[in-house]
């Protein structure tokens, strides 16, 4: 494994609004990736046992990883917004991984839903475990034709995993992977997480 360089970055996303995050980038990265959290009211931040998950399979993949705290959570200043103002978090973090590369956008449930609302001519692909999609009525990167992976848990309490399908079933170029007997916080299943998004980027 490459060695990986780890520092705490701070990015302005507009006027009183400054981001705190973890930048985890190994030696010869292949492009940069940005990893969203959960909902922020209900405890989410970018320390969640499945946003780490995720972040670890990226960079074992050799992309440049900057995960981070929305707006009102954990390190960072400003308010929740409810998903929209969020959107322009993930702008911004794109900013600070981009450098004429490739970028991945990834997400974890209500970080999930906001980074399928996200389009950007720099995203490369979008990488999703268990969105809810309820935050929006309609997301962006459905009708995109760049490649999207939902990782869903087959017992999601919130979503259910049949559900979910049927929901992104008419979506462009959208792959589903099912995670068996995992529900929606995958207790117990994080390596199936890492697994997942390793078989995507091989």
Same mark, same amino acid.
């Given at each position: 494994?490459?060695?990986?360089?780890?520092e705490?970055?701070?990015?302005?996303v507009?006027?009183?609004?400054?981001?705190?995050?973890?930048?985890?980038?190994?030696?010869?990265?292949?492009?940069?990736?940005?990893?969203?959290?959960?909902?922020?009211?209900?405890?989410g931040?970018?320390?969640?046992?499945v946003?780490?998950?995720? &972040?670890?399979?990226?960079?074992?993949a050799?992309?440049d990883?900057l995960?981070f705290?929305?707006?009102?959570?954990?390190g960072?200043?400003?308010?929740?917004g409810?998903?929209i103002?969020?959107?322009?978090?993930?702008?911004?973090?794109?900013?600070?991984v981009?450098?004429?590369?490739?970028?991945?956008?990834?997400?974890?449930?209500f970080g999930?839903?906001?980074a399928?609302?996200?389009t950007?001519?720099r995203?490369?692909r979008?990488?999703?475990v268990?969105?809810?999609?309820?935050i929006?009525?309609?997301?962006a990167?459905?009708?995109?034709?760049?490649?999207k &992976?939902?990782?869903?848990?087959?017992?999601?309490?919130?979503?259910?995993? &049949?559900?979910?399908?049927?929901?992104v079933?008419?979506w462009?170029?959208t792959?589903?992977?099912?995670?068996e007997?995992?529900?929606?916080?995958?207790?117990?299943?994080?390596?199936?997480?890492?697994?997942?998004?390793?078989?995507?980027l091989?």
């Amino acid at each position: 494994m490459e060695p990986i360089e780890v520092e705490t970055v701070w990015f302005e996303v507009d006027a009183g609004v400054t981001l705190e995050g973890d930048r985890l980038t190994p030696t010869h990265p292949v492009g940069g990736a940005v990893v969203c959290h959960p909902h922020p009211l209900y405890g989410g931040s970018r320390r969640d046992v499945v946003v780490d998950s995720a &972040t670890r399979a990226l960079v074992d993949a050799g992309w440049d990883v900057l995960r981070f705290d929305f707006r009102g959570a954990g390190g960072s200043t400003g308010n929740h917004g409810g998903g929209i103002p969020e959107q322009l978090d993930v702008r911004a973090a794109i900013d600070v991984v981009a450098d004429d590369r490739p970028v991945i956008v990834a997400g974890y449930s209500f970080g999930a839903d906001v980074a399928l609302s996200v389009t950007d001519p720099r995203i490369s692909r979008w990488i999703t475990v268990a969105p809810v999609l309820s935050i929006f009525t309609e997301f962006a990167a459905a009708h995109d034709a760049r490649p999207k &992976t939902v990782i869903a848990a087959a017992h999601d309490q919130f979503r259910p995993a &049949t559900e979910l399908s049927s929901a992104v079933d008419a979506w462009r170029n959208t792959e589903v992977v099912l995670v068996e007997g995992a529900d929606h916080f995958f207790h117990g299943a994080q390596r199936a997480i890492v697994d997942a998004i390793g078989a995507v980027l091989a």
